[in-house]
């Protein structure tokens, strides 16, 4: 059964805590992305890696760590430093292209992340 | 930076109507893609349209791309109500080494109606 897994799919911190979301993926995919989704927005990205021990800044990347020590875990972790950490938290892999730009990501269910 | 931008912001139809959104982006792409999600879920790749194709059939969906304005559309015809939805246009950027990257416009929200 392959496919992208998150967890857990509900978490609540308190203002001030640093929270780790996990993503595994065992699709042999070399690409990962983590996206933050706001109620009715659509994605923006936060960090990305192409490979192990590799990673870059996306969009959003303020607050937020990675890390990518194996091929198939590409754990986010929120510090207390996010001014506005609640959210929508999603994770995706891919195939990386041969020149031929972008392709499909596949996505994990998600995990709703509210600070309080 | 927001690179597609989905028209309308939401739609609502009735059942075996067909479904037209739009997507607008600014620079130049390899390739669009549609994704779709359920509330509450992960997103699911719908459909790849390439910058030099013009037109793409899967299933019910129908995509068309106009690589000259710059924008895509998205047609699910007979719609169903299980097709109720939102719908995102990712495109990649055509230059630099991370051209693996996605942008993500908002999405439109797809009600249909029984």
């Known amino acids: 059964d392959g496919g992208i897994t998150q967890s857990p799919k509900y978490l609540f911190r308190k203002e001030g805590q640093n929270v780790t979301l996990s993503c595994e993926q065992n699709l042999n995919h070399d690409a990962m992305y983590w996206y933050r989704q706001d109620p009715g927005q659509g994605l923006r990205l936060i960090y990305y890696?192409?490979?192990?021990?590799?990673?870059q800044k996306g969009d959003i990347a303020e607050g937020y760590s990675v890390s990518r020590e194996k091929k198939e875990s590409f754990p986010l972790t929120v510090t207390s430093a996010q001014k506005n950490p609640t959210a929508f938290y999603l994770c995706?892999?891919?195939?990386?292209?041969?020149?031929?730009?972008?392709?499909?990501?596949?996505f994990g269910p998600g995990t709703r992340l509210t600070v309080t | 930076s927001q690179q597609g931008e989905e028209d309308p912001q939401a739609l609502s139809i009735q059942e075996g109507e067909n479904a037209t959104m739009n997507c607008s982006y600014k620079?130049?792409?390899?390739?669009l893609q549609w994704y779709r999600q359920n509330s509450g879920r992960g997103l699911v790749h719908l459909i790849l349209?390439?910058?030099?194709?013009r037109e793409k059939h899967s299933g019910r969906l129908r995509v068309t791309l106009d690589t000259s304005k710059k924008s895509s559309s998205l047609l699910i015809t007979a719609s169903r109500a299980a097709d109720t939805a939102s719908y995102f246009c990712?495109?990649?950027?055509?230059?630099?080494?991370?051209?693996?990257?996605?942008?993500f416009g908002k999405g439109t929200l797809l009600t249909v109606n029984p």
């Open positions: 990712a495109t990649d950027a055509n230059s630099g080494g991370s051209n693996y990257k996605l942008t």
């Open positions: 620079t130049s792409i390899n390739n």
């Open positions: 890696s192409q490979i192990v021990n590799d990673f």
């Open positions: 349209i390439r910058s030099n194709e």
């Open positions: 995706a892999s891919s195939i990386l292209g041969q020149g031929r730009g972008a392709y499909e990501q596949y």
